[in-house]
């Protein structure tokens, strides 16, 4: 992805190279001096959420074949949890997130960020938020990584030597301490995605969108960069939306999962609420008494979602999560099937993302 000339001049500070309609909207284009935040709800109300959509639509092209990129969602997010923005490609979630960010104008709803709305252009807005899309932010390759860090500080309006102990925190977090004075072009790849990351908190943003943050990381480097985004949500109160095919990335870092589909959310709700809906449980029966003839029957009546004949015994595996496994139990009597193993099989957010989208993760949503 390239870097903006928006960066430059303290909008929010990533935007995609490859803006495909031009009615994307150029934040920057606006009085960069409006920096009063007078717009802010009082302070003695209920501090604002971090991220307020409300009723946001953007089609892309006229006709036949335009597309209906983001369709009347409404979402909320409060300050310092961890959302995971999920979805097939082509669902809608970049351009939701670049709505957010003001990179492109919604036809309907508003956005508002910190209270403050985002399609007023000011700068107000974007003072407090800074993303990572579409894998990497481009850092400076010949830079440091610690100057990169200054560098952004510096563009986001922050006095980078008023941070230093915040870029040796991040630089100690992230495993790059040694690194700190390494040109960036010298890192491998995994390390220059830690220092997009790095780059994209170094000037204090309170709100930050990462698109796909452990994409090309090895396991290890993962999972430290999982750790780190829970401990700065919890202990420096940083809200986090990511945007991830990864499911364990979002099963592990995110309090609440919103999934899209079509434009549109298909679901919101905690990660145990996800997982926890009993109904689509899958209950696995082993018995000798199987047979083609005895499934085809339990198909008449339940959800079969695998039959392995060759098994020994033979298992069948059926939708009957709650009270369905009561109707189960009678089915396999009155087949005369004994069982000689019960099993339930509990869904994870890759079952619970294909029943709500309709497709795989990493599928295409239309
Ligand atoms: N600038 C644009 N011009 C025209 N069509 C666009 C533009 N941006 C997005 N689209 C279309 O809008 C739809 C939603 O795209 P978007 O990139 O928001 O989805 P996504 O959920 O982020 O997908 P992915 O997971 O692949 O990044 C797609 O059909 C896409 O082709």
Request: proline fraction near 4%.
């Amino acid at each position: 992805m390239a870097r903006s000339a928006a960066s430059e001049r303290g909008g929010p500070r990533e935007r995609d190279a490859s803006e495909r309609d031009n009615s994307e909207h150029d934040a920057s284009e606006h009085d960069a001096s409006e920096r009063d935040g007078s717009r802010r709800a009082d302070p003695a109300e209920s501090p604002p959420a971090a991220l307020e959509i409300d009723g946001v639509s953007k089609r892309f092209g006229d006709g036949d074949e335009s597309v209906l990129a983001v369709d009347d969602v409404t979402l909320t997010v409060d300050r310092g949890s961890v959302v995971g923005l999920l979805g097939p490609n082509g669902a809608g979630k970049t351009t939701l997130i670049k709505c957010a960010l003001g990179i492109v104008l919604p036809d309907a709803g508003s956005v508002r960020v910190f209270g403050t709305d985002v399609g007023d252009g000011r700068r107000a807005a974007y003072a407090d938020v800074d993303a990572m899309l579409e894998g990497a932010r481009n850092d400076y390759w010949r830079l440091t990584v610690r100057e990169n860090l200054r560098y952004f500080a510096t563009i986001s309006g922050v006095d980078p030597d008023s941070v230093a102990s915040r870029h040796d925190r991040l630089l100690d977090r992230l495993d790059l301490a040694d690194k700190a004075d390494t040109p960036v072009r010298d890192l491998s790849r995994g390390m220059k995605q830690k220092v997009s990351l790095a780059s994209v908190l170094a000037g204090g943003a309170e709100l930050v969108f990462l698109d796909e943050p452990t994409l090309g990381l090895d396991v290890e480097s993962a999972r430290t960069l999982r750790a780190e985004l829970r401990r700065l949500a919890a202990e420096e109160g940083l809200t986090i939306v990511v945007s991830s095919h990864d499911m364990t990335t979002i099963e592990a870092v995110c309090d609440r999962v919103v999934m899209m589909a079509n434009g549109r959310i298909v679901a919101d709700d905690t990660v145990e609420a996800l997982l926890g809906g009993a109904d689509r449980d899958v209950v696995r029966v082993a018995s000798p008494d199987l047979d083609d003839a005895v499934v085809a029957g339990l198909r008449e009546r339940f959800e079969v979602v695998g039959f392995d004949p060759d098994a020994r015994p033979p298992a069948v595996e059926v939708v009957a999560g709650g009270d369905r496994l009561y109707d189960l139990t009678d089915a396999l009597r009155e087949a005369g099937v004994t069982p000689a193993a019960v099993r339930t099989l509990q869904p994870d957010l890759e079952d619970v993302f294909l029943d709500r989208t309709g497709t795989a993760p990493g599928g295409e949503s239309r």
